[in-house]
């Protein structure tokens, strides 16, 4: 079949249920006995099988069958998350997400089996049994423990302990004590070579079955059956033999490796004798312990191959699918009503223009028709918005990862997930507020928990990450109530590095020398971490940031925190803005950067160190004359007021100097196209009601 | 749709006028052909840069040939054209000529190429094309587009 088509929609959806995953997973490790969440989980891993099955991505299907394996077991209440599944659940999302960022790139999914992660969901599902107790409620089991760690030599052959029981088989293996049977359980391994693993299982249920009754099997025995499972499986039969004949009668099935097996024990305190029969043969405690302590690692070891990997396919390859913008319905029912109107208005011009002496109803037709595309224009710019929700999702994980790398405490705190911003932008700004955050994680909190409480700050750092829309604007503010910004480090650094010279450096405001940082190769991280600090960073975050048409800042306090500010255009295709004149040639500038507009007498331009300033409400401000910019001749009569247009970039402000305003309008920005791009202080252009091009000035660039 | 058919064998080209010369642009790369409209100056750009204008909703630059080509700048008359050619590295462009004439079209033996030379003024001429008795020269667009001016750099 071919489903190549369904590709754009698969990935879509995958990403989707990928992210659905990270979150309510990171909800699982607050909340592990959450049924809602772990339903849900299972939804979406089931989900994401169907579909990566019915693509035909096998190692994908593979690896999420294995991790709703595990959930199906969660959600029968058999097995209980913990901490070290919750690692390993991640690194499989890491790894799923590789396997969809490569078929992204390249459309076949790539050749990583993920066998790790399987195992260590093949060995949670068989050792949970009874570690994830053993480990969350150590108390219960404590004595349990100790006897055992005394008595037990180690060696991990006995999964068959890790079955857990639900109330009914507990019922039977009791009745059956009480019967006087034995209930034996059984791990079988069978050879590495062996091929038709599924038929010798078979034959080691049948020699089973003539000893007794099979009461459990780990896997399920229609996994058995149809070969999904590694190379070993469990057993729990109740028989009248002992355990050793059980385990000759398995052994007698050839191409079985070796069997272990012994008399299970149920609950801790009554079969305390049982356990003392066995221990001697068997492991306990200790094993599972052991490889508790393992994963951590191999999750640490194993979680930058595939991060690094995607990166490297995503470059080499161009994309094989388009970028989509998903809509909701109701904005498309609404963009062909007005569609609809926009065909009505039409017809009633037409009749209007055929019918005679009908002047006042054109004109009638006319109002009409604007209205109609006005509020089309803002129907089609509301389908580009997209709300930040896509993008920030994934800092709740990324930041969890974080928390356990850098082995500090915090918690990242997000509002306003639901503010909408035109996809372009949305897809873009990702790159710098993940920057921010890590910058945020890694040199803001402080990695010392005693110079916090000096500080009379809670040991668990506390990230915020807020988006609101500001008039025009989106704000996302980035904010850490950690360390704050050194700025005599960054001065001196400055220094150091030439960027400055000692005698600007004594000349510097606080804020001057902040903004330092935004320069390329400026890096204060005392350590190159993998994190954050490599020198490479803040300038790009601000170059990012600026291509969007927007602007950054921080704001700082040594010991308090610091918070960096992301202003951004609602949206880059539309604006409002100031039409002015200047030497006969329209312009547009953007109403955002516009503060005030003034109208100065010529007296009161006075000059300073050369340049020419004027004293606004006690501020001195600069002021620049367009013209002389523009490159054209002022039409301003001589001794007329100058029209002044206040223009404010962050904290700096600047007079540009016009000769005439026009008015306000809302423009549809277009670019000037690469061949003449190089006027850095034109943005673009636009193209006015009568056809006219005028061009809009970058008031930022003139500051 | 006779005519069409008979060129099929050679390459068209449209022929513009430019000073008393006579130049083929391939008909290949031409989106339009528009009269002259209001330009928009452009500040900062270079002097044959002349501006931008409105091509229904885009926004085009246009290039005066002339001032590219090294000749005197002109009235813009009734006859001038704006050629508006697509490229692959920056869209559309727009070129002022004095004037269209005609399509024609050139077969591989009325071409003569010429050696690509750098110090000469015609380096934006890929070939020659010689029609009844009448020379063309066939301009070398990437040339045209790519090629700074010797003049502006110095």
């Known amino acids: 079949m071919d489903v190549s088509q369904y590709l754009d929609i698969f990935i879509d959806e995958s990403k989707e249920n990928l992210q659905n995953l990270n979150t309510q997973i990171l909800e699982l490790e607050q909340e592990p006995g959450n049924m809602d969440t772990i339903n849900e989980i299972f939804r979406a891993a089931h989900t994401l099988k169907g579909m990566a099955g019915t693509m035909g991505y096998k190692r994908m299907q593979g690896l999420t069958h294995n991790m709703e394996n595990v959930f199906s077991e969660v959600r029968n209440g058999t097995v209980k998350v913990n901490a070290s599944i919750i690692d390993a659940l991640f690194q499989c999302l890491d790894a799923l997400d590789e396997y969809v960022s490569n078929i992204q790139a390249t459309g076949d999914e790539g050749d990583n089996e993920n066998s790790n992660i399987i195992k260590i969901f093949n060995d949670f599902l068989a050792s949970k049994g009874e570690s994830a107790p053993a480990a969350e409620a150590g108390e219960e089991k404590a004595d349990k423990a100790e006897e055992n760690k005394e008595a037990a030599p180690a060696g991990d052959d006995d999964h068959w302990r890790d079955i857990k029981y639900n109330d009914a088989q507990m019922g039977v293996i009791d009745k059956a004590k009480n019967e006087g049977k034995n209930v034996i359980g059984l791990t079988v391994y069978v050879q590495e070579t062996c091929i038709l693993k599924a038929a010798r299982a078979f034959l080691v249920y049948k020699a089973m079955e003539e000893l007794g009754e099979i009461i459990v099997s780990n896997p399920p025995a229609q996994d ?63 094993a599972p312990e052991e490889k508790k302590e393992a994963e951590p690692e191999k999750t640490t070891e194993t979680s930058p191959a595939p991060a690094a990997a995607p990166s490297k396919a995503v470059e080499k ?12 319905i109701e904005k498309l029912d609404d963009l062909m009503n007005l ?17 005679k002496g009908s002047g006042n109803n054109v004109n009638e037709q006319i109002e009409y028709l604007e209205s109609v ?88 750092g506390s990230i915020w990450l807020d988006a609101y829309q500001d008039g025009n604007n989106v704000v996302i503010e980035v904010k850490d109530d950690g360390n704050g910004i050194d700025i005599e480090a960054v001065k001196s650094k400055a220094l150091e590095r030439e960027v400055i010279t000692p005698e600007q450096a004594e000349n510097m405001s606080e804020q001057e020398i902040i903004n330092l940082l935004f320069l390329p190769s400026f890096s204060t991280a005392k350590k190159v971490s993998d994190v954050s600090g490599r020198g490479v960073g803040l300038d790009v975050v601000k170059s990012k940031i600026e291509s969007l048409s927007g602007e950054v800042d921080v704001k700082t306090k040594f010991g308090e925190g610091s918070k960096w500010t992301i202003r951004l255009p609602l949206t880059l295709a539309i604006i409002q803005s100031l039409m002015v004149k200047v030497g006969g040639e329209k312009y547009a500038v953007p109403l955002g950067n516009i503060q005030t ?21 006690g501020n001195v401000i600069p002021i620049i004359r367009l013209n002389e910019v ?41 670019s ?27 008031s930022n660039a003139l500051i | 749709m006779n005519e069409i058919k008979s060129y099929s064998e050679a390459i068209q080209y449209i022929k513009i006028l430019l000073g008393d010369e006579f130049f083929g642009v391939d008909i290949g790369i031409i989106d339009n052909i528009v009269r002259m409209q209001r330009i928009t100056r ?105 090629d700074k001016q010797i003049k502006e750099e110095g």
Not at chain 1, 260 to 286: C, F, K, L, N
Not at chain 2, 51 to 66: H, K, Q, S, T, Y
Not at chain 2, 80 to 104: F, M, N, W
Not at chain 2, 115 to 133: A, I, M, R, W
């Open chain 1, 597 to 617: 507009i003034e109208s100065v007498v010529p007296d009161e331009i006075k000059t300073v160190q050369g340049k020419e300033v004027i004293n606004l409400r």
């Open chain 1, 630 to 670: 523009l490159g054209c001749e002022s039409l301003r009569q001589e001794n007329e007021d100058y029209v002044v247009v206040v223009c404010k970039k962050g904290d700096a402000l600047a007079g540009l100097v016009i000769d005439e305003l026009i008015g306000q309008q809302e423009i549809v920005i277009k």
């Open chain 1, 672 to 698: 000037l196209g690469k061949y003449i791009n190089k006027s850095k202080i034109i943005s673009g252009a636009t193209i006015l009601g009568d056809g006219e091009v005028a061009l809009i000035i970058d």
């Open chain 1, 339 to 355: 569609v609809s109107e926009l065909i009505i208005a039409k017809n009633s011009l037409v009749s209007a223009a055929t019918t």
């Open chain 1, 224 to 286: 058995i059956e149809d070969e999904k499972f590694d190379l070993e499986f469990s057993l729990v039969v109740i028989t009248d033999a002992t355990p050793d004949q059980a385990i000759k009668a398995a052994l007698n099935v050839s191409e079985i490796d070796r069997v272990a097996g012994g008399i299970v024990e149920v609950a801790a305190g009554e079969e305390a004798e049982a356990e003392a029969e066995t221990a001697g043969t068997e492991t306990a405690v200790a």
């Open chain 1, 373 to 460: 595309t006005t509020n089309l224009h803002e129907s089609v710019m509301k389908v580009r918005m997209v709300p930040i929700e896509s993008v920030v999702n994934k800092f709740p994980r990324m930041i969890r990862d974080l928390q356990k790398k850098l082995d500090k405490k915090m918690e990242l705190y997000m509002s306003g997930e639901e503010t909408e911003l035109d996809r372009t932008v949305v897809d873009e700004i990702g790159d710098p507020l993940m920057h921010l955050l890590r910058n945020s994680a890694d040199h803001g909190i402080e990695s010392d928990v005693k110079l916090r409480k000096e500080r009379g700050k809670p040991e668990t």
């Open chain 2, 42 to 146: 452009v500040p900062n750009v270079a002097p044959y840069i002349k501006g931008v204008i409105n091509l229904r909703g885009e926004i085009v630059p246009i290039m005066d040939l002339r001032l590219k080509m090294g000749l005197d700048e002109i009235e813009y008359s009734k006859a001038t054209r704006i050629i508006i050619i697509k490229t692959e590295s920056y869209g559309k462009i727009g070129l002022i000529v004095d004037a269209v004439k005609e399509v024609v079209a050139l077969e591989d033996e009325q071409i003569e190429k010429v050696p690509y030379d750098s110090t000469e003024e015609n380096h934006f001429v890929s070939g020659v094309g010689k029609l009844e008795g009448a020379l063309i020269s066939l301009l070398d667009i990437v040339t045209v587009l790519t």
């Open chain 1, 317 to 328: 390859k161009k994309p094989v699918v388009n970028r989509t913008v998903r809509v909701d």
